[in-house]
């Protein structure tokens, strides 16, 4: 069973416009969401991530909500830029620091 | 965040060989991790190598077909044992860094035949 879901593969948006990448979780006993970037031939690069105890982490163009009762965490990106096409995966952590990946939205910013 | 490198990039196999991949880290760390990517899937982790001790597997992954060496707190091993085409994937270790984050290497494209 998968414990997080990006039910979104794909995303197009105009540059300069936002973009909003979204994640749900099952698991309650998560503590920790990250999100990361990954373009093709590379590892994945972290973005952001947010605490349990927390509901918005922010940091430049990029912001994180978290509504813990929804079991649900997006990603804004704001303005979106070429550079951010890339495919985009939320991770969540458990006691154990184990990241337990969602399938990944790739993301695709046109002029 | 520290700077992680694998060793090889990439391979091409025959089914019934085994590859190690070696993952190099520039400063010492106590967690390191490996992940199996495959075709069109998401990140899977495979085991967490901690230095001194055995690495711990997770369910559908075992010892005899990954083995893992963690020998110091900067250097860890995976080998892939008797591959098969299932195994064709993208091998990806991490570390552990602030809080809850985890940092990647690049990763090692393995093809089996």
């Known amino acids: 069973d998968q414990q997080v879901k990006q039910n979104s593969p794909s995303l197009s948006v105009q540059e300069g416009r936002i973009s909003i990448l979204n994640c749900d979780y099952t698991n309650s006993m998560f503590d920790y969401f990250l999100w990361y970037k990954k373009y093709p031939a590379e590892g994945p690069t972290f973005l952001i991530s947010i605490s349990s105890i927390k509901d918005k982490n922010e940091d430049g163009r990029f912001t994180v909500f978290l509504n813990k009762s929804a079991k649900h965490l997006s990603l804004h990106i704001v303005p979106s830029q070429p550079g951010d096409s890339a495919v985009y995966f939320c991770?969540?952590?458990?006691?154990?620091?184990?990241?337990?990946f969602g399938t990944g939205t790739r993301l695709q910013v046109f002029p | 965040s520290a700077v992680i490198s694998q060793k090889p990039s990439r391979d091409i196999c025959q089914r019934g060989t085994s590859l190690t991949i070696q993952c190099q880290v520039d400063?010492?760390?106590?967690?390191m991790f490996w992940y199996r990517q495959q075709p069109g899937q998401s990140l899977t982790l495979i085991a967490t190598?901690?230095?001194?001790?055995?690495?711990?597997?997770e369910s559908g992954f075992v010892i005899d077909k990954f083995p893992i060496s963690r020998p110091n707190l900067t250097f860890s091993t995976l080998t892939v044992s008797n591959m098969s085409p299932e195994d064709s994937s993208i091998y990806l270790c991490?570390?552990?860094?602030?809080?809850?984050?985890?940092?990647f290497g690049p990763g090692t494209r393995l093809l089996v035949l």
């Open positions: 190598a901690n230095q001194g001790s055995e690495a711990t597997y």
């Open positions: 991490s570390v552990d860094g602030i809080q809850e984050t985890q940092y």
């Open positions: 991770a969540a952590s458990d006691q154990l620091r184990k990241l337990i």
């Open positions: 400063s010492q760390v106590t967690m």
